[in-house]
């Protein structure tokens, strides 16, 4: 196991560098000048005019040759400086790393009714299948998995907030906001709802509960419908082996059947698939903060393509895929965990 | 013809024709169901009546109403629905050609150009699909064919990745090894006896893509990265609404019409590509063919 780990993390900064790679050249489709933003940590200096841009070109060697600046950029990123964000006027990567906590916290929280709604809708429709609820779930399905997030989003924004006023908007209110950057309440993690607990807050913390719940719902319905057809053909195809048909020719219950044999290894699929939402999950979060303006990474990154903040876009997306890549690490050494046949290869 | 048979036979997939039918028609019809004023350079312009920023109710002028900036929803819907056309066949075709291109000679020729072949589709794998093209599309500019670019230049792997395991298969069924043997050359073998063979998965694939291409697409819209600002796109008419879905102080529902109908054609059109790649799996895959009667 660890040895399968370690040779998983030394595959690790050969994709990473492989990414940098990519958004750099991406980076270098721009013309020098438009790229003097990348390179420029003060934004006032960009203020001279054409001459001051011509001289900084220069000055920063947007003109060399392409491994000149490609060794020039990774030394920066891997010293952490990710440039400067107009749109937000503060370096990208202090921006980054203070969001970071706010998406994560919106992300985790929707995978939850994501992972435990397929295991339990699609072990449900594999059971019955081709019965009623096998069918009504899998209309259910194909109309959430076509179902635009922001249509789904501004509508229910239409209905629990606009209508009946149940449901806010944004990330805390403003009473909210103004305990959690009080000198009293103490920030762990920068995640609301995890902080207002360990502060004992119960205030804030049904306040960051409220906000939540519009766009957790929202990104969950539509990754939800493709999470439990996967669980469902896993589930059904399990459901044929011969050691189900063994348990219940020991005589064991249905229920200990599908809940104990059968499931287990249904979530194997489920695991993996699991890894590749979360890298969709990832773009349903850019659209779903900038409905319910949600003060994270998903709106920085949306606002900053907006205004073309090419340093901001950039950044973003290089630590989004480094993101990623860990996660998929992590479902990958979990289905190790999980499937011994995989470990033995 | 059996494919056929069984697409109608079958309710979901009967729906999912009928819509998409419906949908060709209103495309190819779009001239006659709109009416063009003199001054439009392109019919893909929505043309605007007046410049005031709150959207009208339906009228008889106004079939659908307008929405922010005095655009007619009616016309945007109706030229959008070629746009989202181009959008959706246009990406999965540009994808799909690419795709199966890198796919093949990766499987074809096997060693260290597969190997490297496929940490390149690893690493174009490792961005979430949508970040990037956002990404791309900042750095191209606004644009119809800008966001075809891009979501296409994200859009390949998946074609690549089904068509070589594919030919991996095939190329070591009999009837090749007796092709090779009778002297027939590597880019014909390809073209003639193998890619021919493997070519309906990367159908199934191509129809499924279809509908989350044009959800993508319409993302971006959203987003303010997609096409310029005018443009009959069913995005642009749902980001347009956006300030609007609070409606007013006594009436939360007053602007109702600047999102339900957008919403609804997406979501109708991208149901209709999902319904039919739905059903062409269920008899792609022959596990399930015959089995059941959905």
């Known amino acids: 196991m660890l040895t399968y780990i370690f040779r998983r993390l030394l595959f690790l900064p050969v994709v990473l560098f492989a990414l940098a790679l990519m958004v750099f050249s991406l980076s270098m489709l721009l013309t020098p000048t438009q790229r003097l933003a990348v390179y420029c940590p003060d934004p006032s200096y960009m203020k001279g005019g054409v001459e001051q841009a011509k001289a900084l070109v220069e000055l920063y060697g947007l003109d060399d040759p392409f491994l000149v600046q490609l060794g020039r950029w990774l030394g920066n990123v891997i010293r952490g400086n990710l440039g400067w964000s107009e749109s937000t006027s503060m370096p990208v990567g202090q921006a980054l790393l203070a969001l970071f906590p706010a998406t994560a916290e919106l992300g985790l929280l929707a995978m939850l009714p994501i992972v435990l709604g397929a295991i339990w809708f699609g072990t449900k429709a594999a059971i019955h299948h081709n019965g009623v609820i096998d069918h009504s779930i899998r209309v259910f399905t194909i109309l959430g998995w076509s179902f635009p997030t922001y249509v789904f989003g501004l509508i229910a924004l239409m209905i629990f907030y ?13 009473w909210a906001t103004m305990e959690v950057a009080s000198e009293a309440f103490r920030s762990y993690t920068g995640m609301n709802i995890l902080d207002a607990i360990l502060n004992g807050n119960g205030r804030v913390l049904l306040d960051a509960l409220r906000h939540m719940v519009l766009p957790v719902i929202t990104l969950a319905y539509v990754w939800w419908a493709g999470m439990v057809r996967i669980m469902r053909s896993s589930m059904l195809e399990t459901l044929r082996q011969d050691y189900v048909t063994t348990a219940r020719a020991k ?26 939402i979360v890298a969709q999950l990832m773009g349903g979060l850019v ?52 499937d011994p046949r995989v470990r033995l290869e | 013809m059996k494919t056929f048979k069984y697409m109608l036979r079958n309710p979901l997939s009967l729906t999912g024709t009928l819509l998409l039918l419906f949908f060709i028609m209103i495309a190819s019809l779009a001239p006659v169901l709109t009416e063009q ?31 922010q900036g005095q655009y007619d929803i009616f016309y945007g819907l109706v030229w959008g629905t070629r746009t989202a056309f181009k959008i959706g066949l246009g990406v999965v075709a540009m994808g799909a050609v690419f795709g199966t291109l890198i796919g093949s000679i990766a499987a074809f ?42 979501l296409a230049s994200f859009g390949w792997m998946g074609y690549a990745r089904l068509i070589r395991s594919e030919i991996l298969r095939i190329k070591e069924m009999d009837y090749i090894q007796a092709a090779r043997a009778g002297g027939v050359g590597d880019v014909r073998l390809i073209l003639k006896h193998i890619l021919p063979n493997s070519l309906f998965p990367v159908l199934v ?42 409606g007013t102080g006594g009436n939360p529902f007053a602007y109702w019409y600047t999102i339900v109908y957008p919403g609804l054609a997406i979501f109708l059109f991208v149901l209709a590509w999902n319904l039919v790649g739905d059903a062409l ?9 015959g089995a059941s009667h959905v």
């Open chain 1, 287 to 338: 659209i779903t903060e900038m409905i319910f303006d949600y003060h994270g990474l998903g709106q920085f990154a949306a606002r900053a393509a907006q205004n073309l903040d090419f340093p901001a876009v950039l950044g973003f997306a290089l630590y989004f895929a480094l993101i990623l890549v860990v996660m998929n690490l992590v479902v990958d050494v979990l289905y190790a965990f999980l």
């Open chain 2, 37 to 67: 004023l003199p001054y439009q350079v392109t019919p893909y312009q929505m043309p605007r009546d007046g410049f005031w920023q709150r959207p009208q109710d339906p009228s008889s002028e106004h079939l659908l109403g307008t929405t």
């Open chain 2, 109 to 150: 020729y096997g060693g260290l150009l597969d190997e490297i072949l496929m940490r390149v589709v690893d690493v174009f794998m490792s961005f979430p699909f949508l970040i990037a093209a956002m990404v791309i599309t900042t750095i191209l500019g606004k644009g119809l064919y800008q966001m075809m670019i891009a």
């Open chain 1, 162 to 174: 606009g209508w009946l006023d149940w449901l806010p908007s944004g990330r805390l209110s403003h």
């Open chain 1, 251 to 276: 005589g064991l219950p249905e229920r200990v059947v599908h809940n104990r044999h059968a499931r287990r290894n249904a979530l194997l699929p489920v695991t993996t698939i699991a890894g590749i």
């Open chain 2, 281 to 289: 799996r269920d008899i792609l895959d022959p596990r399930l063919r």
């Open chain 2, 205 to 246: 694939q191509a129809t499924m893509n279809t509908g989350s291409m044009v959800l993508s697409a319409a993302a971006l819209s959203f987003l303010g990265v997609g096409t310029e600002v005018g443009y009959a796109d069913w995005g642009q008419l749902i980001s347009l609404a956006r300030n609007w879905i609070v």
